[in-house]
């Protein structure tokens, strides 16, 4: 069983600056919404892991970034009961100050299910406003420079 998420924007600035943003994952409570806290067991790497939670009252998960294609995109995956959950995140120049951002969540195994029915809405819904938080942190690190 598989099920699949995906959500995109595209955001004012440079590939670069939304790459050190969103990548800088222990930060994300300073200006995502959605996050709550975030730890990593190291610098961004692949094979490095790491903890989130989100706000409100669901549990935190474990993760493992398992692919860095730096300034392009990643991979982190976290575990779920007799399944994983595998979230892709994709950056693009657009080359005219615009960036296409993506990120894909797909889920294999039994929770597939689950995950569409408690999670799937609540992440469609939330999406826009976590992008447009990562664009609005982007432009405060490069004024800040």
Known sequence: MTYRIDCAAVLTGTAQGIWNTWTDMVSY????????AVTIDGPFAEG??????QVGPRAGSTFR???????????????????????????RDDGDGTVHVAKSYEVYGPMSVLFR?????????EAPSTFAALETEARRRASAK
């Open 48 to 53: 490095v892991t790491g903890f989130s939670k």
């Open 29 to 36: 409570p300073s200006w995502d919404p959605r996050e709550e």
């Open 117 to 125: 029915l408690f999670f799937a809405r609540g992440i469609r819904s």
């Open 65 to 91: 970034i398992t692919r860095v294609d730096p300034i392009t995109g990643w991979t982190n995956e976290c575990p779920l009961p007799g399944g994983r959950l595998v979230i892709e995140h994709g950056i």
